[in-house]
């Protein structure tokens, strides 16, 4: 009993910080994006006399970069999103208890790997794992993927052990 409870409660946190991120990405992500690109323009320009300039003239290609990042913030909600909602399922479906702690496990470290990793790199224009200090052999994207693929996977057996 108390795993389904925390798989549903795991589920209804997930869901409410979706809504959370898609409220942000939606009302203050393009803000954050312009002040990533144009702090990394001054960390590349530094020394450059005309500096304004540089920043000003670059308007079109970070338009481009604003875009580019903002796909990958929606990428990253609806995976948020979608799995949020079955970390709510997996326990209405499950046949077992440990394949609600499984598939919930799963489910919630691959919306915290992959949207985490995505919802990182479109606020920052940079990949999580180079601001880790652990040297890591795999990016958290794909791990937090195949989380998510495992997930279903383990509920997809569940239900093939269930009896209705």
Known sequence: MAAKKIS??????AGSLSVIMGSYGS???????VK???????????????LEEIIDNSETEYKMEIKSRKRIWEIAHNYHTVHSIMLVLTPLIASS??????SSGLFTTG?????????????TGHRIEEKIPVDLKMS??????????????????????KRF
């Open 27 to 33: 009302h203050g992500l393009e803000n954050q994006i």
């Open 140 to 161: 958290l994207a794909p791990l937090g993927g195949s989380s998510l693929i495992l997930g279903w996977l383990m509920a997809g057996i569940s239900v093939l052990k």
């Open 8 to 13: 549903i409660f795991t589920g209804c946190l």
């Open 36 to 50: 990533s690109i144009k702090d990394e323009l001054k960390e590349v320009y530094k020394n450059s006399e005309n």
């Open 111 to 123: 919306i915290l790997f992959f949207s985490g990793a995505l919802y990182y790199k479109s606020v």
């Open 97 to 102: 208890t440990a394949l609600i702690v499984a």
